[in-house]
């Protein structure tokens, strides 16, 4: 299998495995994901995107929990 980065970030060189790290350690917004990175937010570009990627990590843990309550029922 293939892996495919994109940056989601041009202005600091972020790609989808850095904002998915910064995700996975409690970032939960533009914000903390470029500050898990020692970057700023510079034009703005990307936080549509970010914000996207942390709904859908939200969105998976709680498809995961959801998933755990039934097997434990
Ligand atoms: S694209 Fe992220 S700050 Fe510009």
């Not at 060189?13 to 409690?26: E, Q, S």
């Not at 703005?44 to 970010?50: A, I, R």
């Amino acid at each position: 299998m293939q892996i495919t980065l994109m940056i989601v970030c041009v202005c600091r060189a972020l790609n989808t495995a850095k904002v998915n790290d910064a995700i996975a350690a409690g970032a939960r917004s533009p914000a903390q994901v470029h500050r898990h990175h020692d970057t700023t937010i510079n034009c703005g570009k990307c936080c549509e995107t970010v914000c996207g990627m942390i709904r859908e990590q939200k969105g998976m843990a709680a498809m995961s929990s959801d998933q755990q309550m039934v097997h434990a029922e």
